[in-house]
T-cell receptor, first 118, second 110 residues
Framework: GAVVSQHPSWVICKSGTSVKIECRSL??????MFWYRQFPKQSLMLMAT?????????EQGVEKDKFLINHASLTLSTLTVTSAHPEDSSFYIC??????????????FGPGTRLLVL | RKEVEQDPGPFNVPEGATVAFNCTYS??????FFWYRQDCRKEPKLLMS???SGNEDGRFTAQLNRASQYISLLIRDSKLSDSATYLC???????????FGKGTRLHILP
């Protein structure tokens, strides 16, 4: 089946540092990727929709200048948490829609990245 | 009213029992419905889609009630490995957005 990878799987950083997370679709092309955040015992919250070759669409309440998204190719989207603070500590998950199965309502999720900001 | 609501549980169920979860959604124009499973500290994984006529996959049965705007998941002959959080997922017409419920935690007891 389709595979989505994320790197790094976990990161610990000091407050004020910027952290970049990569999301790759390994065996399919994805014009659209999604970035979610999940706090403990909470649901996945969509942060932004990443479209290849264009600007990301951010959900209400998500600061686009803090969470920079770049979708430079059909297989790679990156999320950069700029000047991270402890409240940004969370589980960040990306997902991708397979172009070939655009008629099938399935998103493939990456394994997630755990971010801990000290 | 939240877009997707689930009973957070936890449901503590003995092995071999049958357990059912419900999920309600607020947008009557919602188009697609899914159940995902999420293990602790892992990403969600698609368990099954939910079709209007209801569908079954082994021990799992999903039902959709559009009139009452809820979907259900029934697990028969529960196994220890069924312990997880089950997420109700609804696709809304607005921007083809997918909305996740908070999930229902299930603990299967030996």
């Amino acid at each position: 089946g389709a595979v989505v990878s994320q790197h790094p799987s976990w990161v610990i950083c000091k407050s004020g540092t910027s952290v970049k997370i990569e999301c790759r679709s390994l065996d399919f092309q994805a014009t659209t990727m999604f970035w979610y955040r999940q706090f403990p015992k909470q649901s996945l919250m969509l942060m932004a929709t990443s479209n290849e070759g264009s600007k990301a669409t951010y959900e209400q309440g998500v600061e686009k200048d803090k969470f920079l998204i770049n979708h430079a190719s059909l297989t790679l989207s990156t999320l950069t948490v700029t000047s991270a603070h402890p409240e940004d500590s969370s589980f960040y998950i990306c997902s991708a829609r397979d172009l070939r199965t655009s008629g099938v309502e399935t998103q493939y999720f990456g394994p997630g990245t755990r971010l801990l900001v000290l | 009213r939240k877009e997707v609501e689930q009973d957070p549980g936890p449901f503590n169920v003995p092995e071999g029992a049958t357990v059912a979860f419900n999920c309600t959604y607020s947008n009557s124009a919602s188009q697609s419905f899914f159940w995902y499973r999420q293990d602790c500290r892992k990403e969600p994984k698609l368990l099954m889609s939910v079709y209007s006529s209801g569908n079954e996959d082994g021990r799992f049965t999903a039902q959709l009630n559009r009139a009452s705007q809820y979907i259900s998941l029934l697990i028969r002959d529960s196994k220890l490995s069924d312990s997880a959080t089950y997420l109700c997922v609804v696709k809304v017409p607005r921007n083809d957005k997918i909305i996740f419920g908070k999930g229902t935690r299930l603990h299967i007891l030996p």
